[in-house]
């Protein structure tokens, strides 16, 4: 457990003040946790790459060039050309739009259909509840990647098809967790008296239930970012991702493996871009969860 | 305790009928006709109009799952279109290679996972124990096809130790088997390895606080038999119930792996049928995983009940 130590200025300024929202006590938990934070900054760098890439990247993504085919790192090409003469250090950069606008949209899609559903679960209990468990259960049944393959298959290979295969995949998670936390948080006295005062069920649920199930919700958005980054990445390099010629971490070490032997700077970096990015969204998310509930070691 | 289990075998029942639709409804999201894909260029109208009551496809879609399913409980996933083969027969030539790469696989995880786990639990705040959870964040975080593409990298390209690819079958040359599938088992071990570390810690941890290991120590025990003997004994009980669950991991995980280490087992075959839009296939693969996966569910319920007492007896 961390414990965060108030600096003077602080402790007078509570002193002053009315105690801190819970928001700005998890907060002050989460600065406390150095892992955390520079998972956060890792972050904050990958979204302006992504978002700067025609700015950062020295070279286009998809220029090719006869004259520059597989060149070694260099001053000129950072982290070297690839089987088309393209250079290699761009492409990551521009990877980082495909990985990470993967990674937002299909956990926003995730959570778009998981969380009403399992608030609806939670909060209706009964029969409803049964059947949209067992519905759960089922697609849970199915290994994660496996479905997302088979969806994207059916569905045919773009990085959109792929987006929604990962969303609709990862949705069961976020049901379960918005469910069990609507069960807790239904039990709740002010819940009861909301229900008492005669406010209508989808009113209690989405003013008095849904603010009160955010915390888990949000932890374990986090972490699904990291899992959807991977999954994008899986899709594309099978081929079931991002289509050539634009680029995508996956895909580009589909055609790395090819070349692995003569040029293995292709296989280097885009899984280094990888790894870097779905690391410090596992360190933001296990900030999180430790800064939200300060009960757990 | 067995009413619960007889309660928990007949929930795998409406699991495994809504699992069954869900297959059957991957063929409604394809584009465009089957029937069309399977005549191939020459759409020559007899011939698709042959294939589709065949397939049974010219029948309502109700109908067309009864059918389907009706055949699968008989133990017929279908025909794979591109290479008219059963598909059953298919997946029996490959599961087997893909089960031994699990195998091993979640031996290599229980033999690094567990000793960490311990480690850091038993050393807690200490450098130990950073560095245990520094190496089980690390290992989520890595991309299994990335880890393995490196691995040959270093190993099989730079060592030249191990071959980078194929696979040896156990009972042809046991020596080139180990040899071949040591690397993806490690690979494929490494993300199961992490869970188990997290899952063994936060148990070890819960269990040293407790009464019967202050008594241990208080009588006077080497430490080493309160961890291993009294705290650890109890600590496995969850893990391993969470670990069983696990291997269904494997089987997903196992689909990148194959593909980088050009194993043929169950992961190329679902992936080789994609690309070849071998939809009876990809659905029997998935089918089957399913199956596979539920039923590891249940073991993990069953063995929870056998390895812990105080359930036995309820």
């Known amino acids: 457990m961390s414990v965060t130590v108030a600096s003077p200025q602080t402790a007078s300024a509570a002193a002053a003040k009315p105690p801190s929202s819970p928001a700005v006590l998890a907060f002050r938990r989460f600065r406390g946790r150095p892992a955390a934070v520079a998972g956060l900054i890792v972050v904050v760098l990958f979204i302006l790459v992504a978002a700067l890439a025609p700015w950062i990247a020295p070279d286009d993504p998809i220029k090719t060039s006869w004259t520059l085919i597989r060149k070694a790192?260099?001053?000129?090409?950072?982290?070297?050309?690839?089987?088309?003469?393209?250079?290699?250090?761009?492409?990551?950069?521009y990877g980082a739009r495909a990985s990470l606008l993967a990674g937002l949209l299909s956990v926003t899609i995730a959570a778009g259909i998981g969380v009403p559903v399992g608030l609806i679960a939670g909060f209706a209990g009964g029969p409803v509840d049964a059947v949209i468990s067992r519905i759960v259960d089922a697609m849970l049944a199915v290994p994660f990647l496996i479905l997302a393959i088979a969806l994207a298959a059916f569905l045919g290979p773009s990085l959109e098809n792929a987006m929604i295969a990962i969303g609709v995949t990862a949705a069961p998670i976020f049901m379960r967790i918005a469910r069990a936390a609507t069960m807790d948080a239904a039990t709740n006295e002010y819940v009861e008296a909301a229900r008492a005062l005669g406010n209508p069920p989808w009113r209690v649920a989405l003013r008095h239930v849904l603010p009160n199930i955010v915390p888990p919700l949000m932890v374990q958005a986090t972490l699904a970012i990291a899992a959807a980054i991977i999954a994008e990445a899986s899709l594309s390099f099978l081929g079931l991702g991002q289509q050539p010629p634009s680029p995508s971490w996956g895909s580009m070490l589909n055609a790395a493996q090819r070349f692995l032997t003569q040029a293995p700077w292709l296989a280097i970096f885009p899984g280094a871009a990888i790894f870097l990015a779905v690391l410090s969204f596992n360190l933001v998310g296990d900030g999180l969860r430790d800064a939200l509930d300060p009960r757990r070691k | 305790m067995k009413g619960s289990l007889g309660t928990r075998l007949l929930q795998v029942l409406p699991t495994l009928l809504l699992v069954s639709m869900m297959v059957f409804g991957l063929?409604?999201?394809?584009?465009?006709?089957?029937?069309?894909?399977?005549?191939?260029?020459?759409?020559?109208?007899?011939?698709?109009?042959?294939?589709?009551?065949?397939?049974?496809?010219?029948?309502?879609?109700?109908?067309?799952?009864?059918?389907?399913?009706?055949?699968?409980?008989?133990?017929?996933?279908?025909?794979?279109?591109?290479?008219?083969?059963?598909?059953?027969?298919?997946?029996?030539?490959?599961?087997?290679?893909?089960?031994?790469?699990?195998?091993?696989?979640?031996?290599?995880?229980?033999?690094?996972?567990?000793?960490?786990?311990?480690?850091?639990?038993?050393?807690?705040?200490?450098?130990?124990?950073?560095?245990?959870?520094?190496?089980?964040?690390?290992?989520?975080?890595?991309?299994?096809?990335?880890?393995?593409?490196?691995?040959?990298?270093?190993?099989?390209?730079?060592?030249?130790?191990?071959p980078p690819s194929g696979y040896v079958s156990p009972w042809e040359d046991w020596r080139q088997s180990l040899a071949t599938t040591i690397m993806p088992a490690f690979v494929l071990g490494n993300a199961i390895a992490a869970v188990l570390m997290r899952h063994t810690r936060s148990a070890m941890l819960t269990a040293l606080d407790q009464d019967f290991v202050r008594t241990a120590r208080a009588k006077g025990l080497p430490s080493h038999v309160v961890i291993l003997r009294h705290a650890l004994r109890n600590a496995l009980v969850p893990v391993v119930t969470l670990g069983a669950l696990e291997l269904g991991t494997l089987l997903s995980g196992a689909v990148l792996t194959e593909q980088v280490f050009s194993i043929p087992g169950f992961g190329k075959l679902i992936v080789d049928a994609v690309f070849n839009r071998d939809y009876p296939v990809v659905q029997g693969v998935v089918l089957v995983t399913a199956g596979i996966y539920v039923g590891l569910n249940l073991l993990a319920d069953i063995l929870y009940v056998l390895i812990n007492p105080r359930m036995r007896t309820a």
């Open chain 2, 27 to 162: 063929q409604q999201l394809m584009p465009g006709d089957p029937a069309l894909v399977l005549a191939g260029e020459e759409h020559d109208p007899q011939v698709v109009a042959q294939i589709r009551a065949e397939l049974w496809l010219d029948r309502p879609i109700p109908v067309q799952y009864l059918h389907w399913i009706g055949n699968v409980l008989h133990g017929n996933l279908g025909y794979s279109w591109r290479i008219r083969q059963p598909v059953v027969e298919l997946i029996a030539q490959k599961l087997p290679v893909t089960l031994q790469l699990s195998l091993m696989a979640f031996i290599i995880a229980l033999c690094i996972g567990i000793p960490m786990g311990v480690l850091s639990a038993v050393k807690k705040n200490s450098i130990w124990d950073y560095l245990a959870n520094g190496v089980g964040l690390a290992g989520l975080s890595t991309p299994n096809f990335w880890l393995g593409i490196m691995l040959i990298l270093l190993i099989s390209v730079d060592l030249g130790w191990l």
């Open chain 1, 73 to 93: 790192p260099s001053w000129a090409h950072w982290m070297g050309t690839d089987e088309n003469g393209r250079d290699v250090a761009s492409r990551v950069i």
